[in-house]
């Protein structure tokens, strides 16, 4: 364990530096769209595919991945998803049709997810003093590539075209891989009877029905702004129902369903993870189109009043993970929640028409809220998730990440229609004001039975 203290600095960078992959390259590819039609003379909805994929591809993939990191070992998934990512990262700029530029995209998508799980999983098993702080390093780093990745994407594109967001991952993937290789502790050894034997009980059926719902059930939510897909949705949730079906039976489910019944905090977590996504990307999808379109605002601009936002998420993000060590998560989930309640209520009265400073500290207020809370869900899914699984469950607490984003582009799409307007932009505050109401009650019945023992022992 000395170790373990002596090292901490590398080893969270060799995570971190690998985590944020997936947030880096959902983010760039916006500004590399225009490049990529142009090349391949595509219409914009065909070319669209290199973000839905991206998306669907990850929700699928996290708690996969996660799975096979907790049967085989999470070092090697850790390391073995870089190696994805670099082949993705040197294949896609030779890619001379757009199918082979999606399946490269797909497995730059897949190795970045099964990067994330492994990367929670040994988080958890290697560092156990000042966990918190360690999960805000990750917060920090994912944070930061989601706010400038479209500026590092931007940048990149200028010297070197659509294929240079492509290149930008190669420095990321070698201190990744290089100091996991040396940081990271063996995998505990199995013999190689033990390992086929986990492969064969691998549950193979269960997967291909999760993936095949989470496929047809997201591609309906990412149709719905358009021509809504409700056929493709009546498939999604029939396999899931198969799904649910295969996992109360099997000897060893992909997925035991159950647990959401006996973990009922960790199923909590993950619906406030929805919740706390949805808030988020409703402001990071709608924000700058309104800034651009209404106030008519450069990119340069709008870019600068969205840091307002993220770059006091990334701030509060180090502080949260101090304060969630000292005070554990309950409190932080409180009051985190409650602070997108105030943030939601003044952007809603007071955000049309005011002046760019106080834009600015509106768009603080939500920021603070959002980093308090993307800090204490992951801190509190870790505590609360069975440590055997703890890479499915992570997987798991991602995909649920994609969700609310999916979610927040049908309720922008929604609201906005035909026009982005200021008063779309007051309704946008009141999708707000209900999200954080849900969040906070849903924060206060997670934290009941911490109340009740404090109650119990002050009697």
């Not at 002596?6 to 947030?23: C, D, E, H, I, Q």
């Not at 023992?453 to 009697?459: A, D, G, P, V």
Request: glycine share 8%; net charge positive; hydrophobic share 55%.
């Amino acid at each position: 364990m000395l170790l373990m203290k002596k090292n901490r600095a590398l080893f969270l960078t060799a995570v971190a530096s690998g985590t944020m992959l997936n947030p880096l390259n959902s983010s760039m590819i916006a500004l590399a769209l225009h490049s990529i039609q142009k090349d391949f003379q595509l219409s914009f909805t065909t070319v669209s595919w290199l973000i839905s994929s991206f998306y669907l591809a990850s929700a699928v993939a996290q708690p996969v991945t996660g799975k096979i990191a907790d049967i085989f070992g999470r070092k090697k998934t850790f390391l073995f998803g870089l190696v994805l990512v670099a082949l993705s990262a040197f294949g896609a700029p030779l890619s001379s049709t757009f199918l082979m530029l999606l399946v490269m995209r797909m497995i730059q998508s897949i190795g970045s997810s099964a990067i994330y799980p492994s990367g929670m999983a040994l988080i958890r098993d290697n560092i156990k003093d000042l966990q918190a702080s360690a999960l805000a390093v990750l917060s920090i780093f994912a944070s930061a590539m989601v706010a400038l990745g479209p500026t590092i994407g931007g940048f990149s594109i200028v010297y070197g075209g659509w294929p240079a967001i492509f290149w930008v991952n190669i420095p990321f993937i070698i201190i990744s891989f290089l100091l996991g290789l040396y940081i990271f502790p063996k995998d505990v050894k199995q013999d190689i009877a033990h390992r086929k034997e986990l492969f064969f009980n691998l549950d193979f059926l269960g997967i291909i029905f999760f993936a095949g719902g989470m496929v047809f059930f997201l591609s309906f939510l990412l149709s719905f702004e358009a021509n809504a897909n409700y056929l493709s949705g009546m498939v999604g949730i029939l396999l899931f129902a198969l799904f649910a079906w295969r996992e109360l039976r099997v000897k060893e489910p992909f997925i035991d369903i159950r647990i959401f019944k006996s973990h009922s905090k960790l199923s909590m977590v993950y619906v406030q993870f929805i919740f706390l996504n949805i808030f988020f990307y409703c402001l990071f999808f709608g924000l700058p189109s309104y800034f651009q379109e209404v106030l008519g605002l450069s990119v340069e601009q709008s870019g600068l009043l969205m840091l307002f936002m993220s770059g006091i998420s990334i701030i509060i993000s180090s502080i949260s993970g101090k304060w969630i060590d000292r005070a554990g998560v309950y409190q932080p989930i409180m009051i985190g929640s409650f602070i997108s309640i105030i943030g939601a209520l003044i952007f809603t009265l007071f955000f049309v028409d005011a002046s760019y400073l106080v834009i600015g500290i509106i768009l603080s207020i939500l920021g603070l809220s959002y980093g308090i809370g993307n800090v204490v869900l992951q801190v509190a899914m870790l505590k609360e998730s069975p440590k055997e699984i703890i890479g499915t469950t992570s997987g798991l607490f991602q995909t649920c990440r994609y969700l609310g984003s999916i979610l927040s582009s049908i309720i922008l799409g929604l609201i906005f229609g035909a026009e982005i307007s200021a008063n779309n932009m007051k309704i946008i505050g009141g999708v707000l004001i209900i999200t954080g109401i849900i969040s906070f009650f849903m924060s206060l019945w997670f934290s009941r039975g911490r109340m009740k023992l404090e109650k119990l022992k002050n009697t």
